[in-house]
């Protein structure tokens, strides 16, 4: 896929400068560039005038495909799968929102999903096309996500993270580890797994740390306290599987699992709070989910 603005705006063209290739019209080449969308789906978009030049005047299937040329498209999704969860706005100010997200909303378009994003959610409710994520959570994860709001202050919000500055705290349902002692350090080299969306602990100096407490501890099913000094891929997933208490719901630690009959599990991982000293003003500023934990959450197959 191209470079696009819609991970910034949802409402925004996807940006293409067309590459060399034996193609004679924009419709061959792009069925050929972007095999997941059929030809029908591409002929309905250029009839709506949904490609266009950089003018943004509507383009024809047929025209020659030019190599260099910038066209721009509006990415859609047929049957698009509805989240029925809903995000709360915790916060809202001139600089930051913070939002409550519920298992299974994307933060950002990718994939199956465009308008059931939380961006996507938060832009038709605030009508702020400027906002921008500060940091991501999985799809599968809930919990608090940061935005920023306008670009003059983007970039003190973003040093926050790319400095470590940021306070982030999750819980986490997963088996007992009676063997264990609270809290521990967990310290690995987070590497590319297989297949090539999975993370895996690998020899070499440690690039994740994260903290573990116990909250409770009783029965099969114990609740954990998790604190990341690092940000990694998936790093609490895998170090959770690593300790030998996958946190309930994941489908792809320790190992790739197969879709469940009747839907799919929730995660059983929350990004329960979120504290820093604010760039701006220079206060004290931390935020707290409202959602809990529970096993019961399920979300029903496509």
């Known amino acids: 896929m191209s470079a696009s603005d819609s991970l910034l705006d949802p409402l925004a063209p996807s940006r293409l400068q067309l590459p060399a290739g034996p193609w004679a019209c924009l419709l061959d080449g792009l069925c050929a560039r972007f095999p997941r969308i059929d030809r029908t789906q591409w002929l309905d978009l250029f009839a709506r005038g949904r490609v266009q030049d950089p ?12 190599v260099g040329q910038e066209i721009r498209y509006y990415r859609e999704v047929r049957d698009e799968p509805v989240v029925a969860g809903q995000e709360a706005i915790l916060h809202l100010d001139a600089d930051l929102l913070v939002a409550d997200k519920p298992h299974f909303l994307p933060v950002t378009p ?3 999903y465009v308008r059931e994003t939380l961006l996507a959610r938060l832009v038709a409710r605030t009508g702020n096309r400027d906002l921008v994520p500060l ?4 799809r599968l994860t809930a919990g608090l996500v940061l935005f920023s709001t306008r670009p003059a202050s983007r970039d003190a919000y973003q040093r926050l993270f790319r400095e470590r500055r940021i306070d982030k705290v999750y819980e ?6 009676p063997e264990q002692a609270f809290p521990l350090q967990r310290n690995s080299r987070l590497v590319p797994g297989e297949p090539f969306f999975r993370m895996a602990e690998g020899p070499g100096v440690p690039n994740a740390s994260t903290r573990i407490e116990l909250i409770e501890g009783e029965g099969a099913v114990w609740h954990y306290r998790l604190h990341p000094h690092t940000g990694r891929k998936h790093q609490l ?6 300790l030998g208490a996958p946190i309930h719901g994941d489908d792809l630690y320790p190992v790739l699992r197969p879709p469940e009959p009747g839907g799919q599990a929730a995660l059983q991982l929350l990004a329960r709070g979120l504290a820093f000293i604010d760039p701006i003003s220079g206060q004290p500023r931390a935020f707290t989910s409202a959602q809990a934990l529970g096993l019961s959450t399920r979300i029903a197959e496509s």
């Open 110 to 112: 990718a994939g199956a």
């Open 135 to 138: 940091h991501r959570l999985d």
């Open 237 to 242: 997933r895998v170090h959770m599987a690593a």
């Open 172 to 177: 986490a349902l997963a088996p007992a580890l």
């Open 55 to 66: 003018q943004g005047r509507a383009l024809d299937p047929t025209d020659p495909w030019r």
